[in-house]
């Protein structure tokens, strides 16, 4: 039995996650058949939608600190109810299952080859408000899945800000300015920074000019779902 399925069995007892059908793993096959996965043709670097898998006209015109992202799911239906079922009811058990099926996704990719992985780091009073982070939590799986060293400790979050989903796209990027610090030497690693969405990619790209600035020598994102475009969500 693959890992995935005994994880999910241990902890639900083998009913569908979702709809609560009999499952093998954490969702039944027909839940597992409707999840959003990412198609093959999206700009390598930032994984939104690109004819051919080409690089994009966002990422020709505004280059991203970051040089590449890797995403399991897009973010709708289930992938959003569990995504939030993760962040904000506590439920941790999810964090295995994502964790490894952002492994796979990630194997299939051209950005697998890093020398650690760093889940984005979460504000010190949000961590204690909400008690764990979610990104932590799948970065630990993927990384064991992987056999990869899990590395929180290359960058902290020194500024506390307002949560990026409650504020307009445009004003992300100002948001996380100045809002991250490598206290330990990153010269010359390829990292993969790990997050639960990635949406405007403001704070992704914040960490991977962070890193850069303290001479890693290239930083990919590895997300478990995408938002697409505004214009192209449900």
């Known amino acids: 039995m693959p890992a995935l399925e005994r994880i999910a069995r241990a902890l639900f007892g083998g009913s569908c996650y979702l709809c609560r059908g009999r499952a093998q793993g954490l969702l039944c096959a027909a839940c597992d058949a409707d999840l959003p996965c990412v198609g093959a043709a999206r700009c390598p670097r930032c994984a939104l939608a690109s004819p051919g898998g080409a690089l994009c006209g966002r990422c020709l015109v505004a280059p991203p600190a ?20 993760l962040k904000f009811a506590g439920e941790l058990a999810l964090a295995p299952w994502a964790g490894e099926l952002l492994a796979r996704a990630v194997e299939r990719s051209a950005a697998s080859r890093v020398d650690c992985v760093l889940p984005v780091p979460l504000a010190r009073p949000r961590l204690a408000a909400r008690g764990y982070n979610q990104a932590m939590e799948i970065a630990r799986a993927a990384a064991r899945t992987l056999g990869l060293p899990l590395r929180p400790e290359l960058c902290e979050r020194v500024r506390t800000a307002a949560a990026q989903a ?26 993969a920074v790990v997050d639960d969405v990635m949406t405007s990619g403001a704070t992704l790209g914040e960490i991977a000019r962070t890193l850069k600035a303290a001479g890693a020598a290239r930083v990919v994102n590895w997300v478990f779902a995408r938002t697409p475009p505004p214009a192209e969500a449900p």
């Open 66 to 85: 970051y040089d590449a992202t890797v995403a399991a799911l897009e973010y709708r239906f289930p992938a959003d109810v569990l995504v939030q079922q």
């Open 166 to 191: 409650e504020l307009p796209l445009a004003a992300r990027a100002a948001n996380v300015r100045g809002a991250f610090a490598c206290p330990r030497l990153v010269a010359g690693l390829e990292i």
